[in-house]
């Protein structure tokens, strides 16, 4: 039999150091794991002639700050399979340093394994890279490190981030039509009126004829914005510089995000988004063993909407001051009735974070089905939108030509 040097949790979270015999790793790793520890590193003892498992001790590059969304969730998920299959964490960090894709990230994991084999824990290593690693990831993995089921955290993480994922692309389905729509219709119409009206201004005046009110509109417009472009380009850079500038400041961002939750159509499928967002993040906290005052103040700074985050922030100090949480919650109208009285009796009965994912589950499919809604009600809207504007300016130019054959026939 072997000696075999480990680094390992217990169920406690402590960190313990040891050796362990048998005749192959694996066989050391599965004796270690029936003792409940979380393996962070093993290697064979050598009697002072330590074998590394990884090359270390070169200067890692540093890494981007971004990582695109999918490949955090495969890394998550793979992390979480490999763990649980009995694999040490630091040789998972490395084999998936290796498989992943993006250089960057693979750079990343790369300073995450020297970290961890310098003594950090992976909740500090993750820390480093806060663009990467939301708060929501770096406290679920505390919490599994406290707990000593970092393997079962890093599941519910992984399937935390689909759903999430999912629900972002199913805004970005929503949204993509009526952008593309509206950027066709601008398009088309600055078309026309920048390269088609004009050549029949000329016609026009040789013309007796006195032009339709619309008519005029239609060539004066054509006009300005042909012979004007240095007035309303700059307006428009101007007004847009301005709206970003407005909704970076803290009323300019507390406004808009209420307009969001308040815009006719769009209104209401935001407020479904941030209910099942914020039902869905608060059960995975505390399903993870996040204190409900942490995960309130962290599900309300990934809310995406100012006013749920006040909510939450008043809703935890009401908390901690003893009250139940459906308490305060029901004085937020961007709370529904529906919700506040779930989570009420979640609270009651012991089961909150499995109502919250009830919640969450009925608020996803409120979306799926508002999405298509809005994809059927948004195509005939735009084609009347664009029918209106081009075939307005179409009978603006056709008008005067009808006028003159009429009194060439008499």
């Known amino acids: 039999m072997a000696k075999f040097k480990y680094v390992a949790k217990d169920s406690g979270g402590s960190k313990t150091k040891g050796t362990v015999e048998a005749d192959t790793e694996n066989e050391a790793l599965s ?22 498992l990884f090359g270390s001790g070169t200067k890692q590059k540093q890494p981007r700050a971004h990582v695109k969304s999918k490949d955090l969730v495969v890394f998550t998920r793979q992390l979480s399979t490999m763990m ?10 490395e ?11 693979a750079l990343v994991i790369k300073n995450i394994v020297e970290d961890i084999r310098a003594g950090a824990d992976l909740s500090e290593a993750l820390q480093k890279f806060p663009k990467i690693f939301s708060n929501i ?26 759903s999430a994922m ?3 692309g199913e805004i970005k389905s929503a949204m993509t039509y009526p952008v593309i729509s509206i950027t066709l219709v601008v398009g088309i119409s600055l078309f026309l009126l920048i390269g088609i009206i ?25 006009s300005f914005i042909k012979t004007k472009s240095y007035i309303w380009v700059p307006l428009i850079i101007v007004l847009v510089i ?14 808009w995000d209420w307009l969001k939750l308040k815009i006719p159509i769009f209104g209401e499928l935001m407020r479904k ?52 949480l459906s308490t305060p919650l029901a004085k937020y109208p961007v709370f529904p009735p529906m919700v506040v009285r779930m989570i009420g009796i979640g609270e009651k009965s012991g089961s909150l974070e499995t109502l919250l994912e009830k919640i969450s589950d009925f608020y996803e499919q409120e979306v799926s089905q508002t999405v298509e809604s809005l994809t059927s009600l948004i195509e005939p809207l735009m084609i009347s939108v664009m029918g209106v504007l081009v075939g307005g300016m179409v009978v603006a130019i056709f008008l005067p030509i009808f006028k003159v054959q009429e009194s060439l026939r008499k």
């Open 31 to 52: 004796t270690l794991r029936r003792e409940n520890l979380i393996v962070i590193s093993i290697k064979k003892d050598m009697g002072g002639k330590d074998i590394k």
């Open 84 to 93: 649980s299959s009995g694999i040490s964490l630091l040789e998972c960090l």
């Open 95 to 105: 084999v998936l340093s290796e498989q992943v894709d993006d250089k960057g990230f």
């Open 137 to 162: 990831y770096i406290n679920m993995i505390k919490a599994g490190e406290a707990s000593g089921q970092l393997d079962t955290i890093l599941d519910r993480l992984a399937g935390y981030q689909e």
């Open 166 to 168: 999912k629900l972002r």
């Open 198 to 222: 004009p050549k029949f201004e000329a016609i026009f005046k040789g013309l007796d004829v006195k032009l339709p009110a619309i008519t005029q509109f239609v060539l004066a417009l054509s």
């Open 242 to 255: 301005a709206f970003i500038m407005w909704k970076k400041t803290e009323g300019g961002r507390r406004q």
């Open 273 to 324: 988004v941030a209910i099942s967002r914020f039902a869905r993040t608060f059960a995975t906290l505390i399903q993870s063993g996040v204190d409900i005052l942490n995960a309130l103040h962290i599900v309300g700074k990934t809310s995406g909407n100012i006013i749920i985050e006040e909510a939450l922030v008043d809703c935890a100090e009401t908390v901690r001051e003893g009250e139940a």
